[in-house]
Nanobody, 122 residues
């Protein structure tokens, strides 16, 4: 069984950085894709980033150059490093395992973290 637990959200000012973590209870997702999605009030859920089990990464255009997704398999953890945050990044962020690397749609992911709030003030 795959269980995902998130941490690292919070309230920051524009230009600041945060790192989100998505930890698993074991190595069950070692060969799965892990993605980050975000959902702001009144907006559609959107894809943020995905890392394959081989380490390949893909990003939404809105976060390229600012966000970095990585995985540390020895700790069963995937990270999302978010730099130069702006108010437009304010949302609830979820990690998810499974899915498809090439076309990372939310409905293709089978296991989801509980979500964490990221709020960026101007």
């Amino acid at each position: 069984q795959v269980q995902l637990m998130q941490s690292g959200g919070g309230l920051v000012q524009a230009g600041d950085s945060l790192r989100l973590s998505c930890a698993t209870s074991g190595r069950a997702f070692i060969k799965s894709n892990v993605a980050w999605f975000r959902h702001a009030p009144g907006k559609e859920r959107e894809f943020v980033a995905v890392v394959s089990w081989t380490g390949s990464t893909r990003y939404a255009d809105s976060v390229k150059g600012r966000f970095t997704i990585s995985r540390e398999d020895a700790k069963n953890t995937v990270y999302l490093q978010m730099n130069n945050l702006s108010p437009e990044d304010t949302a609830v962020y979820h990690c998810a395992a499974g899915g498809n690397f090439a076309v990372p749609t939310a409905r293709a992911f089978t296991h989801w973290g509980q979500g964490t709030q990221v709020t960026v003030s101007s």
